[in-house]
């Protein structure tokens, strides 16, 4: 079983709408969680971050937490074009070791 | 200068050659890494420098040789590097160990 799992995509969505990106998760011990943004040619760059159960947002984006399925999950609302990238999963689990999910390429259509 | 400087951007090298990588983060961050990217792989942690200490290294072959002189420089020393070591590999800084990584822009190296 991988550690951090993602569908790879492409995960198309229509401008306007709400884009969900998931992620599990195996080490049932771990605590901090990110998300990534990594354009075609660039390097990643984190986007949110969330440590405790429950929704965190930031403008357009909200991250979701559920440590009991140990899934985390990333909302994009009113997706735009901009928003075409893969999304990459990071999970702190036991010491401290953080582990990268393979992403999810989003596709944002006009 | 912000963020964390990757030089160079690209890099083509034979199976002899010897080249480094150089990192520099003016972030005023404590930690430090290696990282390489492969396509359909995850992102693969190589070094972790804390305080210009290496505190882990993923069993990464030794023709890859990490160097931190200080808290704001990393290089990477690459010599008989074989074709499957092409990737892009990135360096980030974080304030705290594994927490959250600022990236620089990557090397994308070529081994012919």
């Known amino acids: 079983q991988k550690e951090v799992e993602q569908n790879s995509g492409p995960l198309s969505v229509p401008e306007g709408a709400i884009a969900s990106l998931n992620c599990t998760y195996s080490d049932r011990g771990s605590q901090s969680f990110f998300w990534y943004r990594q354009y075609s040619g660039k390097s990643p760059e984190l986007i949110m971050f969330i440590y405790s159960n429950g929704d965190k947002e930031d403008g357009r984006f909200t991250a979701q937490l559920n440590k009991a399925s140990q899934y985390v999950s990333l909302l994009i609302r009113d997706s735009q074009p901009s928003d075409s990238a893969t999304y990459l999963c990071?999970?702190?689990?036991?010491?401290?070791?953080?582990?990268f999910g393979t992403g999810t390429r989003l596709q944002v259509t006009l | 200068e912000t963020g964390v400087t990757q030089t160079p951007r690209h890099l083509v090298m034979g199976m002899t050659n010897k080249k480094s990588l150089k990192c520099e983060q003016h972030?005023?961050?404590?930690?430090m890494y290696w990282y390489k990217q492969s396509a359909k792989k995850p992102l693969e942690l190589m070094f972790v420098?804390?305080?210009?200490?290496?505190?882990e290294n993923n069993s990464v072959p030794s023709r890859f040789s990490p160097e931190c002189p200080n808290s704001s420089h990393l290089f990477l020393h690459l010599h008989t590097l074989q074709p499957e070591d092409s990737a892009l590999y990135l360096c980030?800084?974080?304030?705290?160990?594994?927490?959250?990584?600022?990236f620089g822009s990557g090397t994308q190296l070529s081994v012919l």
């Open positions: 990071a999970v702190t689990a036991s010491a401290s070791k953080l582990t």
């Open positions: 980030a800084s974080s304030q705290e160990v594994q927490g959250k990584l600022f």
């Open positions: 420098y804390s305080l210009e200490e290496r505190v």
């Open positions: 972030l005023g961050h404590n930690a």
